[in-house]
């Protein structure tokens, strides 16, 4: 049974920082690429970041330069450092792990970037 276990979400101040992980099991984590998408209410499900199992990155435009995903194969776990963070950013937040025509999906987990 496949699992990604997101955490690390919250509510934080513009300007702030989260860093989110997600932890997989039952798949063979360092074959798969790690993705962070969001979600607002009303819109379309958004990619923010993706590490491949080689290790290659895509930003989605606007998050370059704040934010970094990152992934540990011997703790199963990808990683999205969250910086200069902007109301903008509020979102629910999905983890995926994704292989050939494979992909799993974690719950999410809320951020919300207020004063």
């Known amino acids: 049974q496949v699992q990604l276990v997101e955490s690390g979400g919250g509510l934080v101040q513009p300007g702030g920082s989260l860093r989110l992980s997600c932890t997989a099991s039952?798949?063979?984590?360092?074959?798969?690429?790690m993705g962070w998408y969001r979600q607002a209410p009303g819109k379309q499900r958004e990619l923010v970041a993706r590490?491949?199992?080689?290790?290659?990155?895509i930003y989605e435009d606007s998050v370059k330069g704040r934010f970094t995903i990152s992934r540990d194969n011997a703790k199963n776990t990808a990683y999205l450092q969250m910086d200069s963070l902007k109301p903008e950013d509020t979102s629910v937040y999905y983890c995926?792990?994704?292989?050939?025509?494979?992909?799993?999906w974690g719950q999410g987990t809320q951020v919300t970037v207020s004063s």
């Open positions: 995926s792990a994704d292989y050939a025509i494979r992909r799993y």
């Open positions: 039952g798949i063979i984590f360092r074959l798969f690429g």
């Open positions: 590490i491949g199992s080689g290790g290659s990155i």
